[in-house]
């Protein structure tokens, strides 16, 4: 699962941009790297692919994410602390009132993560178990490719882990503070935008959505944690794994654009980067 779905665009500005979402990055000294920027919901938009893709996933050896499902769920959880005891009266009838429409259980609900409850909160109810970066990888292990995580768990959930738990908890409160409407109109916006394929886009409007619910440092400093350290820990790991093996990397669309987004990254490392259709 990526981080979170409404802040998976987290891209600032960038002097490296171009159009596209996938890509094919080539070495004369590495094995070929195919990069697909993803979303993670499934909504049937972004799970219909196209030829080329498929075309790419047989073609190589390694599929990789972001990371894969923890196997333990108490990384999900708060280590101590109930969410009774730390939410007014209005907001836990909008926390069980949500709680009901993503067909959760409360017990859980009340122990679990405010940044990761307030992501789940602020997206829409899921159809199915594959948004599509895990249907990407369900094709990839029908394919017999090896999957990989590029991350832990415990390293992918340690961005948002972070943030203290007074900024976690403005996190949910700004979530339950939004109205259905504009959620939905958001996340309308952040598809199409999506389909699209621009990255400049795309900042503008997560600056506009996300950025627009937090504090300014609050926002920057997840910006920072979210993208920028992690971005140098998976353009090394990538580009280390590429040295003996052909590479489908399926990863949040805002890891691969901006000066320190992994497609100047791999740039920078020797590889030639061809935009695909």
């Known amino acids: 699962m990526s981080l979170f779905t409404l802040f998976s665009f987290l891209c600032s500005a960038s002097a490296w941009a171009a159009p596209g979402l996938f890509w094919k990055a080539e070495s004369s000294a590495d094995k070929t790297i195919y990069l697909f920027g993803t979303i993670h919901t499934d909504d049937n938009r972004v799970t219909e692919f196209s030829p080329a893709v498929m075309n790419a996933l047989e073609s190589i050896d390694v599929f990789m994410m972001e990371t894969q499902a923890p196997q333990d769920n108490r990384i999900l959880m708060m280590p101590d602390g109930n969410l009774k005891d730390m939410l007014t009266e209005d907001e836990l009838d909008k926390v069980y009132a949500l709680t009901e429409f993503h067909v959760m259980h409360r017990a859980n609900v009340l122990r679990m993560k405010p940044w990761l409850l307030a992501t789940i909160f602020d997206s829409p109810r899921p159809l199915t178990p594959f948004a599509q970066d895990n249907l990407l990888m369900t094709k990839a292990e029908d394919l017999g490719k090896e999957v ?29 503070k ?24 795309l900042a503008a409007l997560d600056e506009k959505i996300t950025g627009g619910m937090l504090p300014a440092a609050v926002w920057q400093r997840m910006r920072s944690k979210l993208l920028d350290e992690r971005n140098v820990l998976m353009a090394a790991r990538i580009t280390e794994a590429a040295k003996s093996k052909s590479l489908f990397v399926a990863i949040g669309a805002s890891h691969l654009a901006g000066q320190g987004g992994l497609l100047a990254r791999l740039e920078q490392a020797g590889f030639k980067l061809s935009p695909l259709k």
């Open 178 to 201: 939004r109205s259905d409407e504009q959620k939905s109109d958001d996340y309308e916006h952040l598809i199409k935008t999506y389909l699209a394929g621009d990255s400049d886009k």
């Open 148 to 176: 990989r995580g590029i991350e832990s768990p415990a390293e992918h959930f340690s961005a948002m882990d972070s943030l203290s738990r007074d900024e976690q908890l403005l996190m949910l409160r700004a979530v339950l």
